[in-house]
């Protein structure tokens, strides 16, 4: 069972940068595909990006292509998530999730594919 711990969530002012960290222990991350996922106030969840095991397949969704960049170390079990020019909509709460897929090579984008969540970690961005 793998564990997820994100980090790097904050207060930034619309068109900054962040970049969010997802450890993982208890698994080789290798054999996990990795998405994020958001959660606005009063809203549900929804996708935001995902990887497949190798890390050479992403895709992200509509409202945050070209400004986020989803990636992986799996040599340091961690998966990244770069935002830049962010915007007050994208104020959320942000998950990591892993799906147990030793098997696969592509991705996916349904949160029902996903086995294990971290607790998340808050972004706010101010207009």
């Known amino acids: 069972q793998v564990q997820l711990v994100e980090s790097g969530g904050g207060f930034v002012q619309a068109g900054g940068s962040l970049r969010l960290s997802c450890a993982a222990s208890g698994g080789t991350l290798n054999s996990y595909v990795m998405g994020w996922f958001r959660q606005a106030s009063g809203k549900e969840r929804e996708f935001v990006a995902a990887i497949n095991r190798s890390g050479d397949s992403t895709y992200s969704a509509a409202s945050v292509k070209g400004r986020f960049t989803i990636s992986r170390d799996n040599a340091k079990s961690t998966v990244y998530l770069q935002m830049n020019i962010l915007k007050p909509e994208d104020t959320a709460v942000y998950y990591c999730?892993?799906?147990?897929?030793?098997?696969?090579?592509?991705?996916?984008?349904?949160?029902?594919?996903?086995?294990?969540w971290g607790q998340g970690t808050r972004v706010t961005v101010s207009s």
């Open positions: 999730a892993a799906a147990w897929a030793p098997s696969s090579t592509g991705y996916y984008t349904t949160g029902a594919r996903y086995d294990y």
